[in-house]
């Protein structure tokens, strides 16, 4: 099993809808949790960065924690064209957690 | 505050040729990570760079080889170039070791022919 799975989208909303987007792990030992996101033919962008379970919002992003069901959630309020991008969720892994591991991410496209 | 930057952008190689890739981490940040990401992948952990020593490996064979410098600089070098090297080399630069929040480079893009 791998170690993080995300929604393979690619997924297309209407411009101002809500956007849920989902990853689920396999090691219960992982302490915090990121989204990136990444544009096409750039760097990935740190996005949300959580250490514990529940909820933290950020603007139009919340990002949600759920450790016993293993499961990771970014949601975006009010969708907008510029959120169009690639949606990753890396896990830390590796003997100091400093290696990440991504998935392939999920593409958003939020049309006009 | 400047961020993490990368060069060259583009460049084109022939298999069996070598390529060194250059990135200035972030003021301040003393820990440098280097990513590969095929086209419509993920990136892939390569090595991490602490304080001018290797500080952990990803499952990249011995041709991929790193450097750090004192001014917390790296570099990236791959010997004899195979076509599936081909890929965007993302750098990533963190304030220590042991935080997974890392800044990203806009990536060197090497396409091997």
């Known amino acids: 099993q791998k170690e993080v799975e995300q929604d393979p989208g690619p997924l297309s909303v209407p411009e101002g809808a809500i956007v849920s987007l989902n990853c689920t792990y396999s090691n219960s030992a992982f302490q915090y949790f990121m989204w990136y996101r990444q544009y096409s033919r750039k760097g990935p962008e740190l996005l949300m960065y959580?250490?514990?379970?529940g909820n933290k919002e950020d603007g139009r992003f919340t990002a949600q924690v759920d450790k016993s069901s293993k499961y990771i959630s970014l949601f975006i309020r009010d969708s907008q064209p510029s959120d169009s991008a690639t949606y990753l969720c890396p896990l830390p892994s590796g003997a100091g957690s400093y290696q990440l591991t991504f998935g392939k991410g999920t593409k958003l496209s939020v049309i006009p | 505050e400047t961020g993490v930057t990368q060069s060259p952008t583009h460049l084109i190689k022939t298999r069996g040729q070598q390529v060194t890739l250059r990135c200035s981490s972030q003021s301040g940040h003393n820990t440098v990570s280097w990513y590969q990401q095929a086209l419509g992948q993920g990136p892939q952990f390569i090595f991490q760079y602490y304080r001018e020593e290797e500080n952990g490996r990803g499952n990249f064979p011995p041709r991929f080889s790193g450097l750090q410098f004192p001014n917390y600089s790296s570099e990236l070098n791959v010997n004899a170039l195979e076509l599936d090297d081909s890929a965007l080399y993302l750098c990533?630069?963190?304030?220590?070791?042991?935080?997974?929040?890392?800044?990203f480079g806009e990536g060197s893009r090497l396409t091997v022919l």
């Open positions: 990533a630069s963190s304030p220590d070791r042991d935080i997974g929040e890392l800044f």
């Open positions: 959580t250490y514990s379970s």
